[in-house]
Protein backbone atom coordinates (compact mmCIF):
# COMPACT_ATOMS: atom_id res chain seq x y z
CA UNK A 1 0.00 0.00 0.00
CA UNK A 2 1.03 3.38 -0.71
CA UNK A 3 0.05 6.53 1.22
CA UNK A 4 -1.21 9.26 -0.72
CA UNK A 5 -1.78 13.21 0.43
CA UNK A 6 -4.65 15.14 -1.21
CA UNK A 7 -5.03 18.92 -0.80
CA UNK A 8 -8.27 20.18 -1.95
CA UNK A 9 -10.92 22.70 -1.68
CA UNK A 10 -14.43 22.76 -1.85
CA UNK A 11 -17.62 25.22 -1.87
CA UNK A 12 -19.70 24.00 1.03
CA UNK A 13 -23.02 25.37 0.05
CA UNK A 14 -24.28 21.98 -0.97
CA UNK A 15 -22.68 19.76 1.13
CA UNK A 16 -24.17 18.25 4.37
CA UNK A 17 -20.86 18.67 6.15
CA UNK A 18 -17.51 16.60 5.35
CA UNK A 19 -18.45 13.38 6.99
CA UNK A 20 -20.62 10.34 5.06
CA UNK A 21 -24.05 11.02 6.36
CA UNK A 22 -26.99 7.86 4.10
CA UNK A 23 -28.84 9.86 1.89
CA UNK A 24 -27.16 12.99 2.21
CA UNK A 25 -24.33 14.56 -0.40
CA UNK A 26 -20.93 14.76 1.82
CA UNK A 27 -17.51 15.82 0.84
CA UNK A 28 -16.37 12.63 1.92
CA UNK A 29 -18.65 10.51 -0.18
CA UNK A 30 -17.93 12.37 -3.29
CA UNK A 31 -14.26 12.15 -3.06
CA UNK A 32 -14.35 9.10 -2.28
CA UNK A 33 -16.41 7.84 -5.11
CA UNK A 34 -14.35 9.85 -7.58
CA UNK A 35 -11.26 8.09 -6.23
CA UNK A 36 -12.44 4.28 -6.01
CA UNK A 37 -13.74 5.53 -10.00
CA UNK A 38 -10.13 6.85 -11.12
CA UNK A 39 -7.86 4.23 -8.74
CA UNK A 40 -10.35 1.36 -9.56
CA UNK A 41 -9.70 -0.45 -6.57
CA UNK A 42 -12.51 -1.16 -5.11
CA UNK A 43 -14.23 0.83 -1.98
CA UNK A 44 -11.31 3.83 -0.86
CA UNK A 45 -11.50 5.42 2.54
CA UNK A 46 -10.02 8.72 3.15
CA UNK A 47 -8.60 10.42 6.73
CA UNK A 48 -9.22 13.81 7.09
CA UNK A 49 -7.19 17.01 8.82
CA UNK A 50 -10.39 18.39 9.64
CA UNK A 51 -14.06 17.61 9.59
CA UNK A 52 -16.04 20.80 8.35
CA UNK A 53 -19.90 21.09 9.20
CA UNK A 54 -22.31 21.16 6.80
CA UNK A 55 -22.42 24.60 4.63
CA UNK A 56 -18.22 25.05 5.56
CA UNK A 57 -15.92 26.27 2.84
CA UNK A 58 -12.31 24.84 2.69
CA UNK A 59 -9.33 26.75 0.36
CA UNK A 60 -7.05 24.06 2.33
CA UNK A 61 -8.37 21.07 3.11
CA UNK A 62 -6.12 17.71 3.46
CA UNK A 63 -6.66 13.54 3.46
CA UNK A 64 -4.57 11.13 3.01
CA UNK A 65 -5.92 7.48 1.10
CA UNK A 66 -4.03 4.25 1.35
CA UNK A 67 -4.10 2.61 -2.25
CA UNK A 68 -2.47 -0.42 -3.60
CA UNK A 69 0.37 0.12 -5.52
CA UNK A 70 -0.38 -1.64 -8.91
CA UNK A 71 -3.57 1.20 -8.63
CA UNK A 72 -1.14 3.95 -7.77
CA UNK A 73 1.43 2.90 -10.74
CA UNK A 74 -1.47 2.39 -13.34
CA UNK A 75 -3.20 5.62 -12.41
CA UNK A 76 -1.25 6.87 -15.49
CA UNK A 77 -2.47 4.68 -18.13
CA UNK A 78 -0.86 4.73 -21.41
CA UNK A 79 -0.05 8.63 -20.86
CA UNK A 80 3.35 9.87 -20.03
CA UNK A 81 1.98 11.72 -17.04
CA UNK A 82 3.24 10.91 -13.13
CA UNK A 83 0.26 9.22 -11.33
CA UNK A 84 0.51 12.45 -9.12
CA UNK A 85 -0.76 14.40 -11.90
CA UNK A 86 -2.56 12.02 -13.67
CA UNK A 87 -4.95 11.53 -10.35
CA UNK A 88 -5.39 15.10 -10.64
CA UNK A 89 -6.37 15.83 -14.04
CA UNK A 90 -8.59 12.51 -14.00
CA UNK A 91 -10.59 13.47 -11.03
CA UNK A 92 -10.94 16.76 -12.22
CA UNK A 93 -12.90 15.23 -15.18
CA UNK A 94 -15.16 13.31 -12.49
CA UNK A 95 -15.29 15.54 -9.54
CA UNK A 96 -18.02 18.01 -9.84
CA UNK A 97 -17.61 21.93 -9.73
CA UNK A 98 -17.87 22.64 -6.07
CA UNK A 99 -14.74 19.88 -5.19
CA UNK A 100 -11.51 20.23 -6.57
CA UNK A 101 -8.63 18.33 -5.72
CA UNK A 102 -5.39 21.08 -6.10
CA UNK A 103 -2.38 18.23 -5.95
CA UNK A 104 -1.88 14.83 -5.30
CA UNK A 105 1.59 13.25 -4.22
CA UNK A 106 3.10 9.96 -2.04
CA UNK A 107 3.23 11.22 1.42
CA UNK A 108 6.36 11.14 3.42
CA UNK A 109 6.75 8.45 6.35
CA UNK A 110 4.87 9.34 8.72
CA UNK A 111 2.01 11.16 7.73
CA UNK A 112 -1.07 11.33 9.01
CA UNK A 113 -3.28 14.17 7.44
CA UNK A 114 -5.43 13.83 11.06
CA UNK A 115 -2.93 13.03 13.40
CA UNK A 116 -0.03 15.11 12.46
CA UNK A 117 -1.39 18.41 12.01
CA UNK A 118 -0.01 21.22 13.80
CA UNK A 119 -2.56 23.67 13.72
CA UNK A 120 -6.34 24.32 10.92
CA UNK A 121 -6.22 28.24 10.45
CA UNK A 122 -10.27 29.40 9.97
CA UNK A 123 -11.53 32.70 8.22
CA UNK A 124 -14.92 34.41 9.11
CA UNK A 125 -16.21 37.38 7.08
CA UNK A 126 -18.47 39.70 7.96
CA UNK A 127 -20.16 42.60 5.62
CA UNK A 128 -21.94 44.88 7.92
CA UNK A 129 -22.91 48.04 5.14
CA UNK A 130 -25.45 47.48 2.53
CA UNK A 131 -22.52 48.72 -0.05
CA UNK A 132 -20.87 45.30 1.22
CA UNK A 133 -23.70 43.03 0.44
CA UNK A 134 -22.23 41.77 -2.96
CA UNK A 135 -24.38 39.17 -4.03
CA UNK A 136 -21.38 37.08 -5.67
CA UNK A 137 -20.10 36.83 -2.18
CA UNK A 138 -23.43 35.78 -0.25
CA UNK A 139 -22.24 32.07 -0.11
CA UNK A 140 -19.25 32.95 2.07
CA UNK A 141 -19.91 36.18 4.16
CA UNK A 142 -22.51 36.76 7.12
CA UNK A 143 -24.84 39.94 6.36
CA UNK A 144 -25.64 41.93 9.61
CA UNK A 145 -27.52 45.10 9.34
CA UNK A 146 -25.56 46.70 12.69
CA UNK A 147 -21.85 48.56 11.91
CA UNK A 148 -19.30 46.76 13.73
CA UNK A 149 -16.54 48.58 16.28
CA UNK A 150 -13.49 46.28 14.75
CA UNK A 151 -11.09 47.18 17.36
CA UNK A 152 -13.77 46.40 20.52
CA UNK A 153 -14.08 42.84 18.93
CA UNK A 154 -10.41 42.40 18.48
CA UNK A 155 -9.75 43.70 22.22
CA UNK A 156 -12.46 40.81 23.77
CA UNK A 157 -11.04 38.39 22.02
CA UNK A 158 -7.32 38.38 23.39
CA UNK A 159 -7.58 37.37 26.61
CA UNK A 160 -9.18 34.08 25.33
CA UNK A 161 -5.78 32.69 23.73
CA UNK A 162 -3.79 30.04 24.94
CA UNK A 163 -4.32 26.92 26.37
CA UNK A 164 -7.56 26.46 27.82
CA UNK A 165 -10.65 25.00 28.59
CA UNK A 166 -13.55 26.14 26.02
CA UNK A 167 -16.50 24.55 27.25
CA UNK A 168 -18.34 27.64 27.20
CA UNK A 169 -17.51 27.72 23.71
CA UNK A 170 -18.20 24.15 22.58
CA UNK A 171 -21.25 21.80 21.69
CA UNK A 172 -20.52 19.23 25.10
CA UNK A 173 -19.98 15.61 23.76
CA UNK A 174 -19.93 12.83 25.95
CA UNK A 175 -16.37 11.75 27.38
CA UNK A 176 -14.49 14.69 25.12
CA UNK A 177 -11.90 17.38 26.03
CA UNK A 178 -13.28 20.60 25.52
CA UNK A 179 -9.02 22.09 25.91
CA UNK A 180 -7.92 23.84 23.36
CA UNK A 181 -5.09 25.28 22.32
CA UNK A 182 -5.94 29.10 20.62
CA UNK A 183 -3.34 30.80 18.95
CA UNK A 184 -5.08 33.55 16.87
CA UNK A 185 -8.01 35.06 16.98
CA UNK A 186 -7.87 38.49 15.45
CA UNK A 187 -10.52 40.58 13.78
CA UNK A 188 -9.58 43.70 11.22
CA UNK A 189 -10.95 45.34 8.52
CA UNK A 190 -8.73 45.25 5.68
CA UNK A 191 -8.53 48.39 3.31
CA UNK A 192 -7.35 46.86 -0.13
CA UNK A 193 -7.60 43.92 -1.78
CA UNK A 194 -11.00 41.02 -2.07
CA UNK A 195 -11.86 41.42 1.37
CA UNK A 196 -11.76 45.48 1.28
CA UNK A 197 -14.32 47.28 3.97
CA UNK A 198 -15.59 43.21 5.25
CA UNK A 199 -14.66 42.35 8.67
CA UNK A 200 -12.83 39.41 8.83
CA UNK A 201 -11.98 37.15 11.82
CA UNK A 202 -8.31 34.95 11.58
CA UNK A 203 -8.88 32.07 13.91
CA UNK A 204 -5.81 29.36 14.74
CA UNK A 205 -5.78 26.38 17.02
CA UNK A 206 -4.22 23.11 17.67
CA UNK A 207 -7.87 21.98 16.56
CA UNK A 208 -10.98 22.70 17.52
CA UNK A 209 -14.12 21.11 19.17
CA UNK A 210 -17.54 21.35 17.70
CA UNK A 211 -19.13 24.75 16.87
CA UNK A 212 -15.87 26.28 18.84
CA UNK A 213 -15.12 28.99 15.91
CA UNK A 214 -18.72 29.95 15.05
CA UNK A 215 -19.17 30.53 18.68
CA UNK A 216 -16.31 33.00 19.33
CA UNK A 217 -17.31 34.49 16.48
CA UNK A 218 -20.87 34.52 17.40
CA UNK A 219 -19.63 35.98 21.32
CA UNK A 220 -17.40 38.85 18.88
CA UNK A 221 -20.07 40.09 17.25
CA UNK A 222 -22.45 40.51 20.30
CA UNK A 223 -19.10 43.12 21.23
CA UNK A 224 -19.16 44.26 18.05
CA UNK A 225 -22.78 45.69 17.90
CA UNK A 226 -22.62 46.89 21.38
CA UNK A 227 -24.72 44.35 22.93
CA UNK A 228 -21.86 43.37 25.39
CA UNK A 229 -18.74 44.56 27.18
CA UNK A 230 -14.75 43.77 25.76
CA UNK A 231 -14.62 42.23 28.64
CA UNK A 232 -17.78 40.04 28.57
CA UNK A 233 -16.27 36.80 26.26
CA UNK A 234 -13.20 36.43 28.72
CA UNK A 235 -16.12 36.49 31.78
CA UNK A 236 -17.77 33.70 29.82
CA UNK A 237 -15.07 31.20 29.39
CA UNK A 238 -14.22 31.92 32.91
CA UNK A 239 -17.48 30.23 33.61
CA UNK A 240 -16.99 27.19 31.69
CA UNK A 241 -20.59 26.34 30.75
CA UNK A 242 -22.74 27.78 28.01
CA UNK A 243 -24.26 31.16 28.21
CA UNK A 244 -27.63 31.01 26.12
CA UNK A 245 -26.14 34.76 24.90
CA UNK A 246 -23.44 33.37 22.54
CA UNK A 247 -24.75 32.32 19.40
CA UNK A 248 -23.37 30.01 17.17
CA UNK A 249 -23.19 32.14 14.15
CA UNK A 250 -24.39 30.98 10.47
CA UNK A 251 -21.57 28.06 9.00
CA UNK A 252 -21.87 30.20 5.53
CA UNK A 253 -19.40 32.90 6.03
CA UNK A 254 -16.38 29.95 7.98
CA UNK A 255 -13.72 28.62 5.71
CA UNK A 256 -11.22 26.17 6.21
CA UNK A 257 -7.94 28.24 4.97
CA UNK A 258 -4.78 26.09 6.00
CA UNK A 259 -3.86 23.09 7.93
CA UNK A 260 0.20 22.92 8.67
CA UNK A 261 2.71 20.00 9.60
CA UNK A 262 5.73 19.82 11.13
CA UNK A 263 9.08 19.11 8.99
CA UNK A 264 9.10 15.57 7.43
CA UNK A 265 11.04 14.11 9.48
CA UNK A 266 9.01 15.17 12.81
CA UNK A 267 5.76 14.02 11.19
CA UNK A 268 6.02 10.23 12.62
CA UNK A 269 6.56 11.40 15.94
CA UNK A 270 4.07 14.13 16.30
CA UNK A 271 1.25 11.42 14.87
CA UNK A 272 2.22 9.16 17.56
CA UNK A 273 2.20 11.37 20.01
CA UNK A 274 -1.23 12.89 19.23
CA UNK A 275 -2.55 9.68 18.79
CA UNK A 276 -1.41 8.47 21.85
CA UNK A 277 -2.98 11.55 24.24
CA UNK A 278 -6.49 10.43 22.10
CA UNK A 279 -9.50 9.30 24.42
CA UNK A 280 -11.86 9.24 22.27
CA UNK A 281 -12.75 9.99 18.35
CA UNK A 282 -13.90 13.14 18.84
CA UNK A 283 -11.10 14.33 21.02
CA UNK A 284 -8.02 16.02 21.12
CA UNK A 285 -5.67 16.96 24.33
CA UNK A 286 -3.75 20.21 23.90
CA UNK A 287 -0.59 20.15 21.89
CA UNK A 288 1.43 22.62 24.45
CA UNK A 289 1.41 26.26 24.93
CA UNK A 290 4.34 26.37 22.44
CA UNK A 291 4.08 23.14 19.92
CA UNK A 292 3.40 24.92 16.18
CA UNK A 293 4.27 28.67 17.42
CA UNK A 294 6.25 28.99 14.16
CA UNK A 295 5.05 26.26 11.85
CA UNK A 296 1.20 25.65 11.54
CA UNK A 297 -14.78 21.64 13.79
CA UNK A 298 -16.26 24.18 13.48
Request: with cysteine; aromatic share 6%.
Amino acid sequence: MIRIRLDLSYRGTDFSGWATQPGLRTVQEVLEDGLATVLRCGPVRVSVAGRTDAGVHSRGQVVHVDVPEDAWSGVSGRSARTPEDALVARLAGILPGDLVVRSARVAPPGFDARFGALLRRYTYRVADAPALRDPLRHDWTLWVKDRLDVDAMHAAAQPLLGVRDFAAFCRPREGATTIRHLQELSWERPAHGPDAGLVVARVQADAFCHNMVRALVGASLAVGQGRRGTTWPAEVLARGERDPAVGVVAAHALVLEEVVYPPDAELAERAERVRARRTDEDVWEPAGAQEGQGSSMT
